[in-house]
Nanobody, 124 residues
Framework: QVQLQESGGGSVQSGGSLRLSCAASGDNLRSYYMGWFRQAPGKEREGVAAMDRDGSTTYIDSVKGRFTISLDNAKNTVYLEMNSLKPEDTGMYYC??????????????????WGQGTQVTVSS
C-alpha cells in the first residue's frame, strides 16, 4: 500500500505562490488516481485538483489557471503548484490516492490513502 507525506505549506500574502509536495513510499504513484484536497476551518473537505494515470488533469473552477498538479515519476512525488494565492485558498491541504479514476467533484470517501496534511495560510 502507498504511504503519502505532504510538505511545502506555509504562510504567504495574497498574490504569492507555494508548491506543495506529496512524497510517496510503498508503491508507485503512477498506479493511482491522485487528488489534492483542502479543508478550511468549519468547512467540508474539498477536492481541488486531480491527475489520472494517463497524466490528464482536472481542476475545480476556482483554481483553474492558478494551480497545477504534476507528477515526478523519478521522485515518486506529486506536486501542487499554487500561484496568485487568495485568502480563500487558506486551509489544510491533503494529497490522496485512489485505485479507481474519478472526476470533479472529487469525493473524499473515494480515496483510500491520505497524507497527514500541510497548512496553507494566505493573508490579505
Amino acid at each position: 500500500q502507498v504511504q503519502l507525506q505532504e510538505s511545502g505549506g506555509g504562510s504567504v500574502q495574497s498574490g504569492g505562490s507555494l508548491r506543495l509536495s506529496c512524497a510517496a513510499s510503498g508503491d508507485n504513484l503512477r498506479s493511482y488516481y491522485m487528488g489534492w484536497f483542502r479543508q478550511a476551518p468549519g468547512k467540508e473537505r474539498e477536492g481541488v485538483a486531480a491527475m489520472d494515470r494517463d497524466g490528464s488533469t482536472t481542476y475545480i473552477d476556482s483554481v483553474k489557471g492558478r494551480f497545477t498538479i504534476s507528477l515526478d515519476n523519478a521522485k515518486n512525488t506529486v506536486y501542487l503548484e499554487m500561484n496568485s494565492l487568495k485568502p480563500e485558498d487558506t486551509g489544510m491541504y491533503y494529497c490522496a490516492a485512489a485505485q479507481t479514476s474519478y472526476g470533479i467533484p472529487l469525493v473524499p470517501a473515494d480515496f483510500g490513502f491520505w497524507g497527514q496534511g500541510t497548512q496553507v495560510t494566505v493573508s490579505s
